[in-house]
Each structure stands twice: as structure tokens, then as C-alpha cells.
């Protein structure tokens, strides 16, 4: 009951259900109307109309047992009670229509009672009009006749009028240039004149209009060839002129001539532009060859930077689309305006003209579209650089966006497709181009890795040829970091490279989504031609170390060989899943086409990582087997004498081989060995092994004995297991190491049988066997191996010994015992577990580099207060602090930034020669401009006319202190704004002192170690031009106040003033030398050197002059000469020491070097220990204090403040004594500390 009372319109979706059903149960259609449908004779059908509910029943009792027939009971009323309430419903609906329909009738019967009444109405309104049109029609019929035949003699005088006033109305419009008009008037007459035309009236009156419609067709031919008409009135000309039978070809021809001539010069400009670009780009080229490389970010030569060219490829599109392609759409336009799309009437319809148009504009559009897109390949093929990757993309996406514009133009043109191939091109060429990048990349973070092993001597024991020792505790960075910033320079660099190609992929840009390029371009472009061919070429180059290298590993570091093994296994574990699952996810690769498969990758990388082990193994194996043979070969082992001792190679094969389980054991697992037995280092060795019986030996030997010891030995070998020398190694230490070592004591074993043995000789060969077996049984995986082996070598050398006289194993174990202890006390071992080393840190630290900023400019200001005040004491108080006014003046800031232009005007200026800098990280050479003497000069020539104009150059005194305060303030500057510029620097650039992650150390030491902008220098032009001859300029201040205040210098103030000009004279006429300074080629560019170049040197190096201008000192003759002697001294120590090394660095052949003695070093450079530098260690120093104390000596002994340079200087030559200490410690090793031997005094002779 509750269906029944719902509202029908509750449920929608229920009242159609129910209508449907009573439609179907009643057999109406859709329309209401009676279908006829086939009776179903079924009695069992309840829908049917022969059902019979006895037979229904009957069937139900004997198919369905009791509960089925309750189940069809309720099922039966519950569709009985819906049929009910729809039936209700049903019945509810129709009364509500019927009660409507019943109105509706009632309203329509009052609407056609007015209307029948309006109807009568209007049926007598027409009987009146009709009878009133009778009465008209009959009042005129008499007259219609004459009406008909007066209006037909009227329109032939009117057409015999228009005949003979046509030449003149074709005359007036001419005139009036209203060609249309005159046409169209000629056209209407053409056909009455020609039928006429043998009547002499007629006749002259075609040749009048002839004559005229000459005229006008040559006006409208020389309108169409100016072409500077709009496109409606060149739109009527044509049509004029096809109208007067022009040929249609013609005026085709003519169209596109006048056309191609417009576009022709859009073509000339793209092409000039492109060879402006093509020079610029030359240009720019040959500057960055100069450049380094590093693997580890991008620069001048990196691949990943693009050239700089005259106009970017963006601007150049721009141009050609707006230009070249915007004009062909209007000519195309205008074109098919009038030729294709204008219809054809008459007898222009029979001449096909749209065909014959049609053909000549594909003809013209694909012949200019052709040197269009040779201009933009041309274009596109000098993107080199893939740094930038927008502006191609962009420039890519508005070219294919506008030739769309020709597509709908044109739908049958190719010129669109040859469009879109050029973007594909384009795209394929800028994969190879990235890949091109990703392997020099790659082969450039090797070089780096390369140099790493080589110069900072990790903990690699056997990693060189010369074997090695222990481990270095200082070295770095160790093997796992080297592999770590290796792995990940080179996934970031891919994950960049990837970044930059996604930009063709965008959303916004037109071609992305186009079938014919994201498919094919994402799956063979990106995922096989970039990421699969760029893990190919790391695979394959890989493995080339391997193939190129000669019997000893050629010049590959066996540690480069394990890494890289260790990176190939770890491309094959991980990194080639992962990269190639965020190819397919970044770009949507869609594998319609064959790609190469994640496990064929990692199957290659797994085959280059087996190779490269094995070949480590061997490189290894033979290193140690060079010694072990050399060692037998080079012995007399019949003439020897009674071993005392472990030969040092078996200590020296002890250390190597445990230096190389420390390095192995940096990359990989431990691995699993067999149970060890407690006693092996305890096993001794018979002299005659297992497989040669001693009875051949014993003195009841003869040589009838009926068993063959060869024989034995023989048979022995046969039931032994196979030992295979060079079979492939697993990916743990383990393995690794018992490969090297079957190698090693394989040859050694090979060795002893090619020689002949002596009784000393074969006790010596067990003593050396004895003690290899105490070590090496550790490293290997079966230490049955190392018994056998060692075993097989002692038998060896007892069959080949003369007198085979055993020594006895008490006596051995106390030889290897005494060897034992020695080796446990220098190198035997090493820790396993080597802990990361931390960079020293100078100047304090983070905190030194957060005190020094702020406290040495304060210092400066102080140093300079207190030298002018009367008392000039440092220990004064309270301190003679100057107001705030006197710290400033904008005249101050006018000379700093005005001195700061000069020099670098005067370092740009292409004067001097260009020397190149010492080799960098990335292998490059820096070229720098020797020209800072002429600068010096040409300063010198300028403060002579400055003196003779009368400018008051001792006004600096009263200008000192705003001077030093704005000094400091561009340095403050030019610090924050190299560091700020130095996270954009490629990391090969960067300072190894000044990149620790901490920033204030970091902005103190100087991040960046060569900052450049373009050619110009920053750290090289402050090193000596601002600073130090700002120098002598405030000196000159100084001289010429002290003028002014007495009259003439003094003779204290001259000798300053000439003491430290000789030594700025002398820095920078040997400027070149600076190139192989500490703080040129080790130390970073920050506050450090920026303050120190810009405010420290020229603000206290000089205080002694200021000193003397506010506290006058008098010098005796005897005094001065004593002064000048010692300055003289000094400067001859210092000059002479530094020609020395620096003629020994440029020619060791020279003759003034050439008879030096020298120590050689493991870099191959040699050190001097004769001539100035067997002197002391740093001669040059010594130099540079004794010049330091001759300049405060004229100052007098009264204040301490003159002498705060020596002070200071010698604290900073000591503290710069150290640090070379220690990097050449690092850089030389053992030859530095032989060095340090022969010249153990550091700067003053016999005191330090």
C-alpha cells in the first residue's frame, strides 16, 4: 500500500520502469499505438494469451520442490501488488489528463467561434475588391495595346541612346577611373555592336569603345603590375582585366612574380642574418678553446653551454614568421581570393582558371617554402650548446604553429609536413647532441677521477704500479666517496639532460601531442636514442680499459678499474631500473615499438662489471708478480748466504696485499670463506712437498730405486684438485683477493722452477714461503690454496737445489717471528676501517671566519686613528677614536670607484704579453695579461701631470680614513657578490679550501677559485693592480702633506717612499711570477684576499709614512746607509731566490739552473736543495722580512706602531710557511721529507 500512495513524480526512474511494463503488458508502442505481435502459444507463458493456470500450476508442482514454490508465491504477489499500485498511478495520471484535455476543448470551441465570425468579415471585404477590379480592367482594355507598343518603341530609343552615348560615358569613366562601370557598360553593348557591326553607324561606334577599352585595360594592366594597391581594388583589377579577356596565365604569372620578389627580400635578410650569426658564433667559439672542462658542472667549453651567437634562434623564427611566412599567407590569400575562390560566370567558368591557378601556387609556395626551411636547418644547426634548451623548443613550436596557417590555406600542400619533419630533425639531432654531451661529460668526470687517484694518494696499497704502502690517513676523498660523487654527478647530469629534452614535451607546445612526433620521439628519440645508447656507452667504454690495456694494466689505475667495476654493478643492481622507470614516467614512453629491455641493460652492465674485476685481478696479480720475479731473477740463489731475515719484497707482497683488501674492501662485501684452521699461520713446510717423495732425497737413494718421484709427483697431480689461475671472480673481497693472489704466488712458483738453488738459497725460499703463509692464508677463501701453492714452491726449489739441506722450523719461525714484529710495527695493518677525513680548517675555523670580517676592518680604522693622533700609541686609552663625520665623504667614494676604473681600463688595455696559468683541476690553462708594469707607468705619467697641474695630493692625508671605510666597503661587496656568483660556477672551479658547505667560512676563504667575468680576472686584476699601487699612491699623499706642513721631505720619508716603490715596481715587473702563488692557485676569492688586496695592503703596509708625517723623525747619514744597506740585502735574497725557482720551473736546462742539485719526486717534478733554496726552505721569505724591518726602521725605535708591518708579516710568512709545509708534505711525500733533511731550516738560517 505504500507504493500505491507515493507520489508518481518521487521517482523517475521507478515510473518509467512501470510504464514500460504496462506499455509491454497492453502491447503499445513508443506511440501509443497497438503493436501486432505474434500469440504466444505457450500455456505456461503468464503473459501469454492462451495461458491455462492449471497447466502452469501443474508444471510448477513437478519441476520445483516446496520452497521454490513459495519463493514463485511471493515473487507472484509482490509483482501483483506493483501492477495494483501502478495501475492506480496510471489511473490518477490519466484523470489529470483527461480533466486538462476537457479544458483545453472548452477554450478552443470559444476560439473558433471569434474566428468564423472574422472569417464572414473577410469574405465580404473580397467581393467588394473584386468587383471593383472588373469595373477598372474593362474602362482600360481599349487603351493596353497602344500602352504596349509605345513602351517597347520607348526602351529601344533608350537602348539606341546608350549605343551612341557609349564611347562617351566609356571616355567619362575612364577619366573618372571608375573602370568597373566602363566594363560593365562595354560588356551590355559588346554583343548589340557585334551584331550590328556591318551598319556604318554601328560600326564606328565599336571602334570608338575599342579604342577606349584599350586604354582602360592598359591602365588597369599597369595598376595590377604597381601592386600598390589595396587588396579590393587589386582584387577588381583582376577582375576587370579577365573580363577583358586577359589571359588568366598571364595575370598568374605576374601576380607571383611581383609577389616572389617581396618574399625574396624577407629570404635575403634571414640568410644575412644568418651569416652574421655564423661569424659571431666563430668568434665566440674561439675564445672558450681557453677554457677548463669539468665533468662536474658546466663552463665555457662544457657542452651543456651553448654558444653565443649575434641573435638567439627564438629571435630568428620570430623574424622569419613574422616576416617571411605572414607575407606568404597574405599572398596565398589574396591570391586564391582572386584566382581560386572568386566564381566563375559566363565565359570564364569554360577557361578552368581555379585549376590552372591552383597548380601554379603549389609550384610558387613550394619552391619559396623550400629556401625558407634550408634557412632554418641552417639556423638550427648551429645550436650547438645544450644549455638552454627553451628558446629551441620555443623557436621550434612557433615555426610549426605558423606553417599550420599555410596547412588550412593550402590543405594539399607538403609544405606543412616538410615543416613537421624539420621539428622532428631538429628534435632527433638535439638527442644526439645531448648525448654527444652526456659522454664527454662522462669521460670528463673519469679525468677528474683519474686525477683524485693519482694526486691525493688514497688508501689504494697496490692501486699504482709501484705498489704501495699504508694506508694514508689524510688522503682524500676515499674510494666510496669518489664513487658516490661520480654516480651522482653523473645521474644528476642525466636527470638535467632529461629536464631540458622534456621541454619538447610540454603541454603548450603545439607538436608535443602530434602522433607523428611524441610516440616515435619519447620512445626511440629519449628512451633508446639518449638514456639506453648513454648506459650502452658507459658499459662500453667501460669495458674499453680492459681491452686497450697492455700486460700491466697500460695507464689505468687499477683503483679506477674497481670503481668502475663497483659503478657498473651498482647501474646493474639499481641505477639502470631506476633511470629508465623515470624515463618512461617523465615522458610517458608508450612501448609500440621495440625498446630495449631493462634485463638486456642490466645483463651488459653485469658483463662490464665481471670484466673490469677480472682485469683489476690481473693488473693487481701481475703487479705483484713483477716483484715476486724480479726478486728470483735477479738473485744468485747457488751463491747466496744464510737467511737472517724475510726478504723485504715478501714484507713488501704482505703490505700490498693488505692494502688491497682495504681498498677492495672500501667497494665491496666481505664474502664467505671456508672454516680457517686455528693453526694456520703455524703450518710448516717440508722441503720436499707431497707430490715428490723424501725418499728421493735420503741417503739410501740410488739410482736404481724402483719408483720415479716424477712419476709420483705426476700421479699426485692427477688426484689434486685443479687450481685455475685466471678463472672469473665473484663481486665480494674475498674472491677478489684469492684471484690476486693465485696469480702472484703462481708466477713466484714458475719463477723458482727456472732457477737453480743453492743450501742458502732453498732455506731462504722457506723462510719467505713460511712467512707469506703466516699473512696470506687470511685474505684468501680456501687457505688450502695458499698451502698448496706455497707448498708446490718449496718442492720446487728442493728439486732444483744442488745441496738440499733443510733449515730447521724452530729456526724459520724465529727469522718470520723477528720479521713478524717489524712488519706489525711499520705497515702490516692497516685499519680495515678507515673513518672519513675532514678538511682542515685555517684561520679558526667557522669561528675565525666570523671574527676576522668584522674585527680586521675595525683594525684598520684603529691602526690609522691611532697614527695620526699625536700620542700614536696602541695602548692608549681611551683609544683616539675619530668622530662619524670624519669617516665619511663622497669625495672618497668618487676616488675608490674612479681609481677601481682606471686600473681596470688600464688591465683591459691589449698592451704587454699573455702568459697562461698552471694547469687546472679541469686540465685547462687560464691566459692572463702581463701588463702591470705599463699600468704602473702609464699611473706614474698620470700623477706627474696631476703634480704639475698643482692638484693637492696631500689632502689623502685628511681623506684617509673615508678612503679606508669606502676600501672596505667595496670589498664587502665584491665578497658577497662572489660568493653569490659562485654556486652558478662549475665545480672544477671551485676552491678545495673554500668549498666546506659552511657559509661564513666559506664567504671568508672564497668559493670560487679563478672568477671571471669574460676574460677579465677578478682575483688576479685585485692581487696587484688597486691595491698595491694604490699603495704607493697614498705614500706619494703622504710625501707631498709632509711637504706642505715643512717645506721638503725628509730624508726618513724618502727612503720609505723609495723602499716600497722598488718593492711595487719590482712585484709587478715580475708580475708573471704571481701565476704560481698560493693565493693564485690554491686559495679561493672571498673576504680574505678581496680585503686584503682592497683595503689591508694599502692602508697598512703604508703606515709608516703616514706615521712620519705626524711624528718627523731625523736620520743620520751613517744611520740611512745602514737602512739602505739592509733593504738592499733583502731585496737581493728576495729577487735572486725568486729568478732561481722561477727559471727552474720554466727551463731545469737553463745554464743558471742547470748544475743544481735536485731531488726527483713521485710527481715527476724535482726540488731544488742547492743555491738560494739548499739555503733554507724558503729564501724568499727571509727576503721579504729583512726588507720589512728596513722599512720601520726609519720611523725610529720610539713607537711600536711603525713596526706593526714586520710584526704582522712575519706572523702571516710563518702561518703561509706551514700551509706550504703541509701541501707539499701531501703533494711530494717521501722526497719532501728527504728535502726537509738536507735543508732543515725553514726561513732564518740556524734559528728557524
Same mark, same amino acid.
Given at each position: 500500500?505504500?507504493?500505491a500512495?507515493?507520489p508518481?513524480?518521487?521517482d523517475?526512474?521507478?515510473?518509467?520502469?512501470?510504464?514500460?511494463?504496462?506499455?509491454?503488458y497492453?502491447?503499445?508502442n513508443?506511440?501509443?499505438k497497438?503493436?501486432?505481435?505474434a500469440?504466444?502459444l505457450?500455456?505456461c507463458?503468464?503473459?501469454?494469451?492462451?495461458f491455462?493456470?492449471?497447466?502452469?500450476?501443474?508444471?510448477?508442482r513437478k519441476e520445483?520442490?516446496l520452497?521454490?514454490l513459495?519463493?514463485?508465491e511471493s515473487?507472484?504477489v509482490?509483482?501483483?501488488?506493483?501492477?495494483?499500485s501502478d495501475?492506480?498511478?496510471?489511473?490518477y495520471?490519466?484523470?489529470n489528463?483527461f480533466?486538462?484535455?476537457?479544458?483545453?476543448i472548452?477554450?478552443?470551441?470559444?476560439d473558433?467561434?471569434k474566428?468564423e465570425?472574422e472569417?464572414?468579415?473577410?469574405?465580404?471585404n473580397?467581393a467588394a475588391?473584386t468587383?471593383f477590379s472588373?469595373r477598372?480592367?474593362?474602362?482600360?482594355?481599349?487603351?493596353?495595346?497602344?500602352?504596349?507598343?509605345?513602351?517597347?518603341?520607348?526602351?529601344?530609343?533608350?537602348?539606341l541612346q546608350?549605343?551612341?552615348?557609349?564611347?562617351?560615358?566609356?571616355?567619362k569613366?575612364?577619366?573618372?577611373?571608375a573602370?568597373?562601370q566602363a566594363v560593365?557598360?562595354?560588356?551590355?553593348?559588346r554583343?548589340?555592336?557585334?551584331?550590328y557591326?556591318?551598319?556604318p553607324?554601328?560600326r564606328?561606334i565599336?571602334?570608338?569603345?575599342?579604342?577606349?577599352?584599350e586604354?582602360l585595360a592598359q591602365?588597369?594592366?599597369?595598376?595590377f603590375?604597381d601592386?600598390?594597391?589595396?587588396?579590393k581594388d587589386?582584387?577588381?583589377?583582376v577582375?576587370?582585366?579577365?573580363?577583358?579577356?586577359?589571359?588568366?596565365?598571364?595575370l598568374?604569372d605576374?601576380?607571383?612574380?611581383h609577389?616572389?620578389?617581396r618574399?625574396?627580400?624577407?629570404?635575403?635578410?634571414?640568410?644575412?642574418?644568418?651569416?652574421?650569426?655564423?661569424?659571431?658564433?666563430t668568434?665566440?667559439?674561439l675564445?672558450?678553446?681557453t677554457?677548463?672542462?669539468?665533468?662536474?658542472s658546466?663552463?665555457?667549453?662544457?657542452?651543456?653551454?651553448?654558444?653565443t651567437a649575434?641573435t638567439?634562434?627564438?629571435?630568428?623564427?620570430?623574424r622569419?614568421?613574422n616576416?617571411?611566412?605572414?607575407?606568404?599567407?597574405l599572398?596565398?590569400?589574396s591570391?586564391?581570393e582572386?584566382?581560386?575562390?572568386?566564381?566563375?560566370e559566363?565565359?570564364?567558368?569554360?577557361?578552368?582558371?581555379?585549376?590552372?591557378?591552383?597548380?601554379?601556387?603549389h609550384v610558387?609556395?613550394?619552391?619559396?617554402?623550400a629556401r625558407?626551411?634550408?634557412l632554418?636547418?641552417?639556423?638550427i644547426?648551429?645550436?650547438?650548446?645544450?644549455g638552454?634548451?627553451?628558446?629551441l623548443?620555443r623557436?621550434l613550436d612557433r615555426?610549426?604553429?605558423?606553417?599550420?596557417?599555410?596547412?588550412?590555406?593550402?590543405?594539399?600542400?607538403?609544405v606543412p609536413?616538410?615543416?613537421?619533419e624539420i621539428?622532428v630533425?631538429?628534435?632527433?639531432?638535439?638527442i644526439?647532441q645531448y648525448?654527444?654531451?652526456?659522454?664527454?661529460f662522462y669521460?670528463d668526470?673519469?679525468t677528474?677521477v683519474r686525477?683524485?687517484?693519482?694526486?691525493?694518494?688514497?688508501a689504494?696499497g697496490?692501486?699504482?704500479?709501484?705498489?704501495g704502502?699504508?694506508?694514508?690517513?689524510?688522503?682524500t676523498p676515499?674510494?666510496?666517496?669518489?664513487?658516490?660523487?661520480?654516480s651522482?654527478?653523473?645521474?644528476n647530469?642525466?636527470?638535467s639532460?632529461?629536464?631540458?629534452?622534456h621541454?619538447?614535451?610540454?603541454?603548450d607546445i603545439?607538436?608535443?601531442?602530434?602522433?607523428?612526433f611524441k610516440?616515435?620521439?619519447?620512445?626511440?628519440?629519449v628512451?633508446?636514442g639518449l638514456?639506453?645508447?648513454?648506459i650502452?656507452?658507459i658499459?662500453?667504454?667501460?669495458r674499453?680499459?680492459c681491452?686497450?690495456?697492455?700486460?700491466?694494466?697500460g695507464?689505468?689505475?687499477?683503483?679506477?678499474?674497481?670503481?668502475?667495476?663497483?659503478?657498473?654493478l651498482?647501474?646493474?643492481t639499481?641505477t639502470i631500473?631506476?633511470i629508465?622507470t623515470?624515463t618512461?614516467?617523465?615522458f610517458?614512453v608508450?612501448?609500440h615499438?621495440?625498446?630495449?629491455?631493462v634485463?638486456?641493460?642490466?645483463?651488459?652492465?653485469?658483463?662490464?662489471?665481471q670484466?673490469?674485476?677480472?682485469?683489476?685481478v690481473?693488473?693487481?696479480?701481475?703487479?705483484i708478480?713483477?716483484?715476486?720475479?724480479k726478486?728470483?731473477?735477479?738473485r744468485?740463489?747457488?751463491?747466496?748466504?744464510e737467511?737472517?731475515?724475510v726478504r723485504?719484497?715478501?714484507?713488501?707482497?704482505?703490505?700490498?696485499?693488505?692494502?688491497?683488501?682495504?681498498?677492495?674492501?672500501?667497494?665491496?662485501e666481505e664474502?664467505?670463506?671456508?672454516?680457517?684452521?686455528s693453526?694456520?699461520s703455524?703450518?710448516?713446510?717440508?722441503?720436499y712437498s707431497?707430490s715428490r717423495?723424501?725418499?728421493?732425497?735420503?741417503?739410501?737413494?740410488?739410482p736404481?730405486?724402483?719408483?720415479?718421484?716424477n712419476?709420483?709427483s705426476n700421479?699426485h697431480?692427477?688426484?689434486?684438485?685443479?687450481?685455475d689461475?685466471?678463472?672469473?671472480v665473484?663481486?665480494n673481497?674475498?674472491?677478489?683477493?684469492?684471484?690476486?693472489i693465485?696469480?702472484?704466488?703462481?708466477?713466484?712458483?714458475?719463477?723458482v722452477r727456472?732457477?737453480?738453488?743453492?743450501r742458502?738459497?732453498?732455506?731462504?725460499?722457506?723462510v719467505?714461503?713460511?712467512?707469506l703463509?703466516m699473512y696470506l692464508?687470511?685474505?684468501?677463501?680456501?687457505e688450502n690454496?695458499?698451502?698448496?701453492?706455497?707448498?708446490?714452491?718449496?718442492?720446487?726449489?728442493?728439486?732444483r737445489c744442488?745441496d738440499p739441506?733443510?733449515?730447521?722450523?724452530?729456526?724459520?719461525?724465529v727469522?718470520?717471528?723477528?720479521?713478524?714484529f717489524v712488519?706489525n710495527?711499520?705497515k702490516m695493518?692497516?685499519?680495515?676501517h678507515?673513518?672519513?677525513?675532514?678538511?682542515?680548517?685555517e684561520?679558526?675555523g667557522a669561528?675565525g671566519?666570523t671574527c676576522?670580517?668584522?674585527?680586521?676592518p675595525?683594525?684598520v680604522?684603529y691602526?690609522?686613528?691611532v697614527?695620526?693622533?699625536p700620542a700614536?700609541s696602541?695602548?692608549?686609552?681611551?683609544?683616539?677614536?675619530?668622530p662619524?663625520?670624519?669617516l665619511?665623504?663622497?669625495l672618497?667614494a668618487v676616488l675608490?670607484v674612479?681609481?677601481?676604473?682606471?686600473?681596470s681600463?688600464?688591465?683591459?688595455?691589449?698592451?704587454g704579453?699573455?702568459?697562461?696559468?698552471?694547469?687546472?683541476?679541469?686540465?685547462s690553462?687560464l691566459k692572463y695579461?702581463?701588463?702591470?708594469f705599463?699600468?704602473l707607468?702609464?699611473?706614474?705619467?698620470?700623477?706627474?701631470?696631476?703634480?704639475w697641474?698643482g692638484?693637492?695630493?696631500?689632502?689623502?692625508?685628511?681623506?684617509?680614513?673615508?678612503?679606508?671605510?669606502?676600501a672596505?666597503?667595496?670589498?664587502?661587496?665584491?665578497?658577497?657578490?662572489?660568493?653569490?656568483?659562485?654556486?652558478?660556477?662549475p665545480q672544477?672551479?671551485?676552491?678545495?679550501?673554500g668549498?666546506?658547505g659552511?657559509?661564513?667560512?666559506?664567504?671568508?676563504?672564497?668559493r670560487e677559485?679563478n672568477p671571471?667575468i669574460?676574460?677579465?680576472?677578478?682575483?688576479?686584476f685585485?692581487?696587484?693592480?688597486?691595491g698595491?699601487i694604490?699603495?704607493?699612491?697614498?705614500?706619494?699623499g703622504m =710625501?707631498?702633506?709632509?711637504?706642505?706642513?715643512?717645506g721638503?721631505? &725628509? %730624508?726618513a720619508? #724618502?727612503?720609505v717612499? *723609495?723602499?716600497? $716603490? !722598488?718593492?711595487v715596481t719590482?712585484?709587478?715587473?715580475?708580475?708573471?711570477a704571481?701565476?704560481?702563488?698560493?693565493?693564485?692557485?690554491?686559495d679561493?676569492?672571498?673576504?680574505?684576499l678581496?680585503?686584503?688586496d682592497?683595503?689591508?695592503?694599502?692602508?697598512?703596509y703604508? =703606515?709608516q709614512a703616514?706615521?712620519?708625517?705626524?711624528?718627523p723623525q &731625523? %736620520?743620520?747619514s #751613517?744611520r740611512?746607509? *745602514?737602512?739602505? $744597506? !739592509?733593504n738592499?740585502?733583502g731585496?737581493?735574497i728576495?729577487?735572486?731566490s725568486?729568478?732561481?725557482?722561477?727559471q727552474?720551473?720554466r727551463?731545469p736546462t737553463?745554464k743558471?739552473?742547470?748544475?743544481l742539485?735536485?731531488?726527483?719526486?713521485?710527481?715527476g717534478?724535482?726540488l731544488?736543495?742547492?743555491?738560494?733554496?739548499?739555503f733554507v726552505?724558503?729564501?724568499?721569505?727571509l727576503?721579504?722580512?729583512?726588507?720589512a $724591518?728596513a722599512?720601520s726602521l726609519?720611523?725610529g725605535?720610539?713607537?711600536?706602531?711603525?713596526y706593526?708591518?714586520?710584526?704582522?708579516?712575519?706572523?702571516?710568512?710563518i702561518?703561509r710557511?706551514a700551509r706550504d709545509?703541509?701541501?707539499?708534505?701531501a703533494?711530494?711525500?717521501?722526497?719532501?721529507d728527504?728535502?726537509?733533511?738536507?735543508?732543515?731550516?725553514?726561513?732564518?738560517?740556524y734559528?728557524?
Open positions: 500500500m505504500s507504493s500512495t507515493t508518481p513524480d518521487s523517475p526512474t521507478r515510473r518509467r520502469q512501470v510504464h514500460s511494463m504496462l506499455k509491454l497492453y502491447g503499445l513508443e506511440e501509443g497497438v503493436t501486432e505481435q500469440d504466444s505457450d500455456p507463458d503468464i503473459n501469454g494469451p492462451h491455462d493456470p492449471e497447466v502452469y500450476l501443474n508444471k510448477l520445483c520442490s520452497g521454490e513459495m519463493d514463485h515473487c507472484m509482490k509483482q501483483i501488488r506493483s501492477l495494483d495501475m492506480q498511478t496510471l489511473v495520471e490519466n484523470y489528463k480533466i486538462s484535455a476537457t479544458d483545453t472548452r477554450k478552443m470551441k470559444n473558433f467561434k474566428m465570425d472569417m464572414d468579415c473577410l469574405s465580404a473580397m475588391i468587383e472588373a477598372i480592367s474593362g474602362t482600360l482594355q481599349d487603351q493596353h495595346a497602344q500602352i504596349t507598343k509605345l513602351s517597347g518603341v520607348h526602351t529601344l530609343l533608350r537602348k546608350f549605343l551612341f552615348e557609349l564611347p562617351a560615358r566609356l571616355n569613366c575612364l577619366e573618372l577611373q573602370y568597373a560593365s557598360a562595354h560588356r551590355k553593348a554583343c548589340v555592336l557585334q551584331q557591326s556591318h551598319m553607324s554601328f564606328g565599336q571602334d570608338d569603345c575599342h579604342v577606349i577599352m586604354k591602365q588597369l594592366r599597369q595598376k603590375r601592386g600598390g594597391s589595396s587588396a587589386l582584387s577588381e583589377c577582375e576587370l582585366l579577365l573580363q577583358l579577356d586577359e589571359p588568366a596565365e598571364e598568374c605576374k601576380f607571383l612574380s609577389a616572389q620578389s618574399l625574396e627580400a624577407d629570404l635575403q635578410g634571414l640568410e644575412a642574418e644568418l651569416k652574421d650569426s655564423a661569424v659571431t658564433d668568434g665566440g667559439g675564445v672558450q678553446k677554457s677548463p672542462v669539468s665533468p662536474s658546466s663552463s665555457t667549453t662544457n657542452p651543456f653551454l651553448s654558444p649575434g638567439d634562434i627564438l629571435e630568428f623564427i620570430d622569419g614568421c616576416e617571411f611566412v605572414s607575407n606568404l599567407c599572398v596565398i590569400a591570391y586564391q582572386l584566382f581560386i575562390n572568386r566564381p566563375q559566363g565565359e570564364l567558368a569554360s577557361k578552368n582558371i581555379p585549376e590552372m591557378a591552383n597548380g601554379k601556387l610558387f609556395v613550394d619552391t619559396l617554402a625558407y626551411f634550408s632554418v636547418e641552417r639556423r644547426q648551429e645550436e650547438k650548446g645544450v638552454d634548451n627553451s628558446l623548443v623557436a615555426f610549426h604553429r605558423r606553417l599550420q596557417a599555410i596547412s588550412k590555406l593550402i590543405p594539399g600542400s607538403a609536413s616538410q615543416g613537421t621539428v630533425r631538429a628534435a632527433r639531432e638535439r644526439k648525448l654527444s654531451a652526456l659522454q664527454t669521460h668526470s673519469l677528474d686525477q683524485a687517484l693519482a694526486a691525493p694518494r688514497l689504494v697496490g692501486a699504482s704500479a709501484s705498489g704502502g699504508a694506508t694514508n690517513k689524510d688522503a676515499s674510494l666510496p666517496e669518489l664513487l658516490t660523487s661520480l651522482n654527478f653523473i645521474l647530469q642525466l636527470k639532460v632529461l629536464a631540458s629534452v621541454l619538447f614535451t610540454a603541454k603545439t607538436f608535443s601531442n602530434k602522433p607523428y610516440g616515435e620521439f619519447c620512445s626511440q628519440g628512451r633508446e638514456v639506453v645508447s648513454f650502452k656507452f658499459c662500453q667504454s667501460s674499453q680499459y681491452e686497450s690495456a697492455g700486460d700491466r694494466g695507464s689505468t689505475p687499477p683503483a679506477l678499474l674497481l670503481l668502475l667495476s663497483r659503478l657498473c651498482d647501474y646493474e639499481s631500473s631506476y629508465l623515470l618512461d614516467e617523465q610517458l608508450q612501448h615499438t621495440p625498446v630495449t629491455p634485463t638486456a641493460l642490466c645483463a651488459e652492465a653485469r658483463e662490464a662489471a670484466k673490469l674485476l677480472n682485469h683489476y690481473k693488473v693487481q696479480g701481475l703487479i708478480s713483477q716483484m715476486l720475479r726478486s728470483v731473477e735477479t744468485d740463489w747457488v751463491n747466496t748466504i737467511p737472517r731475515n723485504a719484497v715478501m714484507k713488501r707482497v704482505v703490505e700490498d696485499t693488505t692494502s688491497i683488501d682495504v681498498q677492495v674492501g672500501l667497494l665491496y664474502g664467505v670463506r671456508k672454516a680457517h684452521s693453526d694456520s703455524k703450518r710448516t713446510f717440508s722441503v707431497s717423495q723424501q725418499i728421493r732425497y735420503a741417503p739410501s737413494y740410488t736404481s730405486a724402483p719408483m720415479d718421484t712419476l709420483l700421479i697431480k692427477l688426484f689434486s684438485e685443479r687450481i689461475i685466471f678463472s672469473p665473484e663481486f673481497k674475498v674472491s677478489v683477493l684469492t684471484g690476486i693465485k696469480i702472484s704466488l703462481k708466477t713466484f712458483l714458475e719463477c727456472l732457477r737453480t738453488f743453492g742458502y738459497g732453498l732455506q731462504q725460499i722457506q719467505d714461503c713460511h712467512y703463509q692464508w687470511r685474505f684468501v677463501s680456501d690454496l695458499v698451502h698448496f701453492l706455497l707448498d708446490e714452491i718449496v718442492g720446487s726449489a728442493a728439486h744442488l739441506s733443510p733449515m730447521e722450523q724452530s729456526v724459520i719461525e727469522i718470520c717471528e723477528r720479521g713478524k712488519g710495527r711499520g695493518k692497516p685499519n680495515k678507515k673513518a672519513t677525513h675532514s678538511a682542515e680548517r684561520f679558526g669561528l671566519a676576522i670580517p668584522v674585527f680586521l675595525l683594525t680604522l691602526l690609522l686613528s697614527c695620526r693622533s700614536a696602541v695602548l692608549q686609552w681611551p683609544p683616539p677614536l675619530p662619524a663625520a670624519h665619511w665623504d663622497p672618497a675608490i674612479g681609481w677601481i676604473t682606471l686600473q681600463f688600464l688591465y683591459l688595455l691589449p698592451i704579453k699573455v702568459s697562461e696559468g698552471l694547469v687546472l683541476r679541469g686540465g690553462r695579461p702581463i701588463n702591470g705599463h699600468a707607468s702609464i699611473t706614474a705619467i698620470l700623477l706627474l701631470v696631476c703634480l697641474l692638484m693637492p695630493f696631500g689632502y689623502l692625508f685628511e681623506l684617509i680614513l673615508p678612503l679606508a671605510v669606502c672596505i666597503g667595496v670589498s664587502y661587496l665584491l665578497s658577497m657578490y662572489l660568493y653569490i656568483r659562485s654556486f652558478w660556477a672544477h672551479a671551485l676552491s678545495l679550501g668549498n666546506t659552511n657559509p661564513l667560512y666559506d664567504f671568508f676563504m672564497g677559485l671571471r669574460g676574460d677579465f680576472d677578478l682575483k688576479y685585485c692581487e696587484l693592480r688597486p698595491l694604490g699603495w704607493v699612491v697614498i705614500n706619494l =710625501l707631498m702633506k709632509e711637504v706642505e706642513l715643512r721638503s721631505p &725628509s %730624508l720619508m #724618502l727612503l717612499n *723609495g723602499f716600497q $716603490l !722598488l718593492y719590482d712585484a709587478l715587473w715580475n708580475e708573471e704571481v701565476l704560481t702563488t698560493m693565493d693564485i692557485v690554491h679561493g676569492f672571498g673576504f680574505m678581496a680585503f686584503g682592497l683595503a689591508w695592503v694599502p692602508f697598512t703604508g =703606515l703616514m706615521f712620519l708625517v705626524v711624528h &731625523s %736620520l743620520s #751613517l740611512a746607509a *745602514g737602512i739602505l $744597506l !739592509l738592499g740585502i731585496y737581493y728576495f729577487r735572486k725568486n729568478s732561481q725557482k722561477n727552474f720551473r727551463d737553463n743558471s739552473v742547470s748544475h742539485e735536485t731531488i726527483a719526486t713521485a710527481t717534478k724535482r731544488l736543495v742547492s743555491g738560494w733554496w739548499g726552505r724558503h729564501p724568499n721569505y727576503g721579504d722580512l729583512l726588507m $724591518l722599512w726609519p720611523c725605535m720610539s713607537h711600536i706602531l711603525p706593526f708591518y714586520v710584526i704582522y708579516f712575519t706572523i702571516l710568512l702561518h710557511e709545509e703541509k701541501q707539499c708534505r703533494k711530494y711525500g717521501l722526497a719532501w728527504t728535502y726537509c733533511r738536507r735543508v732543515p731550516y725553514r726561513i732564518i738560517p734559528i728557524y
